[in-house]
């Protein structure tokens, strides 16, 4: 059903008119990748050499490059894996830029570290001209044929990059492979879960690819089919070890399904594999804390701490975490430690009243409850004020501490209103029934729960059924003040889209309403990836106003 995807000679390709940086912190080593890329094709003009990665960012923030040749290694500050993460986390490079990361290390911590964050290729020293224009002239081949689906990705057009895909393979057989890979993730992104499933399984009945079996265990994960998942990943990872993507679902799976045990297992595994994640680092020491391994949780927030030095990926969470667990193996001193250094490397207006709640827990832990109260004290002063966004981690950290120090009303008020921002999830929702059974109110805590469950339901879907009876404006107003209630609700953020959406419908276009449905969608798609409804509104405001 689908064409083989064999190589086939790729002709040169002109590259005089692309935008080239080169990050290297050897002088000689940049001089020799320039007269590369120039011997490559590239017009020396064109080329701009820095030697950090703190330059490569500064750099990266002022123009845009089509081909970006970067060194592992960079000497102290950021390396190149560092800084490609945070070039993809920050947009400062496009879905077509072309990075190709060099190093003369062939170890596997390295180069597995540096395929976990997808460069187009990675080449190792020295490099042949030869070699690195071939390389380029496939990968430029590569994008030209997706550069399409690429741009309507962009703009979150992700029916339109879908029909794309289709196109694409009708008239390109060499790279079916990529596009198909491609569909299934913007499916997936969609939300069309069932056209994503159907689409997977005729691949894999012909090929067996570790990303489609992947992609088909999250299908499977979504609908609750866990076993199933279970079974396909445990097989994935059997015959394609180094695939960790397979790892880290696998991990995620089973502690829904409550197996820490094995969660932990997996990602120990995968730990040895590829050391230097952050994120699976922290995920490990997450699992062994609520394993009560302390000495584990430790080892693992401290790598975090370590690998996130120079990273976008470092974490206030991780230091507070690490001081938790210090606090939990009775050193307070070593936890408050840990808090000061986290006050030097952070902006502390953003986490300042999270640190304070962590640090006041600290205090009750080792029995200074005198402390305890005083902070809890000085938090209790900050609820209420507007120039605080909402943080659900920083609100529970603050009714634990609330809780413990005698302050239940504003515990109970947080409490609620995390609820009403998060009815749906039930990670939240045991971790407030959680909070609530520690402070001996489990019984009345879970009736809380359920009633402040109910509140948001009814004002998430007021909006909605004004639209039913046509009563626009009412419903707009309906779902600003259930927005204000719950900001970070995303059938909130969802139904308030919605109800402007409709409006503009039925109404001429409002430049203002159509920003607030599009932020609100937006907002919406950061906080829950893949909702269908999300990929739907989008596509009828974009017919009203299409994105600039």
């Known amino acids: ?60 923030n002022k123009s845009q490059y089509d081909i970006v040749l970067c060194d592992y290694y960079l000497g102290s500050g950021r390396n190149g894996q560092q800084v490609l993460a945070e070039a993809r986390i920050r947009g400062l490079i496009t879905l077509d830029c072309i990075w190709i990361m060099v190093s003369a290390d062939k170890t596997a911590d390295t180069v597995m570290g540096a395929a976990e964050h997808q460069p187009d290729a990675y080449l190792l020293k020295p490099i042949a001209e030869a070699s690195l224009s071939l390389r380029l002239a496939k990968i430029i081949k590569k994008k030209q044929v997706v550069k399409d689906v690429f741009q309507a990705m962009e703009q979150l057009d992700y029916p339109k990059a879908i029909s794309l895909c289709d ?30 499933k159907e689409l997977l399984e005729k691949i894999l009945l012909e090929r067996d690819f570790p990303w489609a079996k992947v992609c088909l265990a999250k299908i499977l994960f979504k609908n609750k089919a866990f076993e199933a998942a279970k079974t396909l990943l445990e097989k994935t990872i059997a015959v394609s070890p180094s695939f960790l993507e397979a790892h880290d679902l696998l991990a995620e799976m089973l502690q829904a399904m409550g197996d820490l045990e094995g969660a932990n297992s997996v990602l120990e595994q995968a730990v040895k594999l590829s050391p230097n994640s952050v994120n699976r680092q922290k995920i490990l020491g997450e699992v062994s804390i609520k394993m009560g391994r302390l000495e584990e949780a430790e080892r693992a927030f401290q790598k975090c701490v370590s690998l996130g030095e120079n990273s976008i990926l470092k974490s206030e969470g991780v230091y507070l975490s690490l001081a938790k667990v210090y606090s939990a193996k009775e050193n307070p001193d070593e936890a408050l430690k840990v808090l000061g250094k986290l006050n030097k490397s952070f902006d502390m207006d953003a986490i300042r009243l999270k640190v304070k709640a962590v640090e006041g827990m600290i205090y009750h832990e080792s029995g200074n409850n005198k402390k305890a109260k005083l902070i809890a004290e000085e938090l209790g002063e900050c609820l209420g004020k507007d120039d605080v966004d909402h943080d659900s981690e920083r609100s529970l950290e603050m009714a634990r501490l609330f809780m413990v120090t005698g302050n239940t009303k504003s515990a109970i008020t947080l409490l609620r209103c995390e609820v009403k921002n998060n009815p749906e999830s039930k990670v939240l929702l045991d971790e407030v029934n959680e909070i609530f059974v520690a402070a001996g109110m489990g019984e009345e805590g879970a009736k809380l729960v359920e009633v402040s469950r109910q509140e948001a339901m009814e004002m998430m879907n007021r909006g909605v059924l004004l639209v039913s009876k046509k009563q626009y404006k009412e419903a707009i107003d309906a779902m600003r003040s259930a927005h204000k209630a719950m900001p970070t609700n995303v059938r909130v953020l969802l139904n308030l889209a919605y109800v402007l959406i409709a409006y503009l419908q039925k109404n001429t276009s409002e430049p203002e309403l159509v920003k607030e449905a599009r932020d609100s969608l937006l907002a919406a798609n950061t906080r829950s990836p893949g909702e269908s409804r999300f990929v739907r509104l989008m596509g009828a405001l974009n017919k009203l106003s299409p994105p600039v």
């Open 1 to 60: 059903m689908f064409p083989n995807a064999f190589s086939t000679p790729t002709p040169e390709i002109d590259i005089s008119g692309k935008s080239v940086l080169i990050i290297e912190d050897y002088h000689a080593m940049r001089s020799i990748f320039r007269d590369i890329m120039r011997g490559c094709g590239a017009d020396v003009r064109k080329i701009t050499m820095v030697a950090s990665g703190s330059e490569a960012i500064a750099s990266l």
């Open 167 to 196: 196109e694409r393979m009708a008239a390109d057989k060499t790279h079916v492979t990529d596009l198909l890979r491609t569909k299934c993730d913007l499916l997936l992104k969609s939300g069309e879960l069932e056209r994503a």
